[in-house]
Nanobody, 117 residues
Framework: QVHLVESGGGLVQTGGSLRLSCAAS????????VGWYRQTPGKQRDLVAE???????NYADSVRGRSTISRDDAFETVYLQMSSLKPEDTAVYYC???????????WGQGTQVTVSS
């Protein structure tokens, strides 16, 4: 009932910037919060940043100060602006929406971010 599509990933040099986008469709009115996660092979998905409908934000220590999460009023698009990128930022980045009802979660298919030296 909520579909998520990530975009904006790609290859960037160390120190560069990217803006990732998460496009949501369906019952977006029921979204409580949206988070960006990242995962490398063999690792669990780690939270990068999240934003609630009340615009409360939370960032992982590894990206705090160089990342900004934002959204439109309808929670139809959520952005993750990342700057001063490092090779350790290389991962597949996923968008996750969490609904008020039943605590259900929705995940996109991910977008690859590769930071080269």
């Amino acid at each position: 009932q909520v579909h998520l599509v990530e975009s904006g990933g790609g290859l960037v040099q160390t120190g560069g910037s990217l803006r990732l986008s998460c496009a949501a469709s369906g019952r977006t009115y029921a979204i409580k919060d949206v988070g960006w996660y990242r995962q490398t092979p063999g690792k669990q998905r780690d939270l990068v940043a999240e934003i609630t409908r009340s615009d409360r934000t939370n960032y992982a220590d590894s990206v705090r100060g160089r990342s900004t999460i934002s959204r439109d009023d309808a929670f139809e698009t959520v952005y993750l602006q990342m700057s001063s990128l490092k090779p350790e930022d290389t991962a597949v980045y996923y968008c996750r929406a969490r609904g008020y009802l039943n605590g259900i979660e929705f995940w996109g298919q991910g977008t690859q971010v590769t930071v080269s030296s």
